[in-house]
């Protein structure tokens, strides 16, 4: 299967613990995003990589929350003393740039469902 | 602040009928504005876009239209499948965003047989 991987599918912890996420991108996109989902809302930007700079953070992403992608190929997601309204679907991305368009097509994993308690 | 905006968070159509959905955005930055598909415990799958240089895109059974001076869009799905049954995602770029994608909250579909 050749399409974006995250890992795990879901994650319950409690108030307080850290939870770390991974997202493995199509390999040949050097573009890689991460979005958030909270229930009733659509997909809200979070942060992007190009190759493993990490260019924009949204406001959205707490001191509690980093980033990384090494070598530029996965990527991680890791929330520090986790809060009951950081409970979300974790949708990373990554996207290859379409001619026709002149834009980022952008691929979603199936993303990560955390549950804080 | 809701950028872009899906009024309805619900839609029944019968199977064969036109389904309509509709979005509205505020920020007059974006220019480029897409349609994803989402079936439970998947991510978002890109459906269709359409560039504010032109009104209408087709792409088989799906169109979306752009009224750029109501801010408005919307997608039409004819003939509406029972497999068209998801949440419908519309998502607004501005330009040198890089795939920075604002999205509406969606409109759940759901097609009767």
């Known amino acids: 299967d050749t399409g974006v991987s995250q890992d795990p599918r879901h994650k319950i912890t409690k108030r307080g613990q850290n939870v770390t996420f991974r997202c493995d991108p199509i390999?040949?996109?050097?573009?890689l995003y991460w979005y958030r989902q909270t229930l009733g809302q659509g997909p809200e930007f979070l942060t992007y990589f190009q190759n493993e700079a990490q260019l924009e953070k949204s406001r959205l992403l707490s001191d509690r929350f980093s980033a990384e992608r090494p070598k530029g190929s996965f990527s991680t997601l890791e929330i520090q003393r986790t809060e009951q309204g950081d409970s979300a679907m974790y949708l990373c991305?990554?996207?290859?740039?379409?001619?026709?368009?002149?834009?980022?097509?952008?691929?979603f994993g199936s993303g990560t469902q955390l549950s804080v308690l | 602040d809701q950028q872009v905006k899906q009024n309805s968070p619900s839609l029944s159509v019968q199977e064969g009928r036109i389904s309509i959905l509709n979005c509205d955005y505020t920020n007059s930055m974006f220019d480029y504005f897409l349609w994803y598909k989402k079936y439970p415990a998947e991510g978002p799958t890109f459906l269709i876009s359409i560039s504010s240089i032109k009104d209408k895109n087709e792409d088989g059974r799906f169109t979306v239209f752009l009224n750029k001076s109501a801010k408005h869009l919307s997608l039409h799905i004819v003939p509406s499948q029972p497999g068209d049954s998801a949440v419908y995602f519309c998502?607004?770029?501005?330009?040198?965003?890089?795939?920075?994608?604002?999205f509406g909250q969606g409109t759940i579909l759901t097609v009767h047989p």
């Open positions: 390999s040949e996109h050097n573009r």
């Open positions: 998502a607004a770029e501005a330009l040198t965003s890089y795939g920075k994608l604002t």
């Open positions: 991305a990554s996207s290859q740039w379409e001619v026709l368009s002149g834009r980022e097509k952008l691929f």
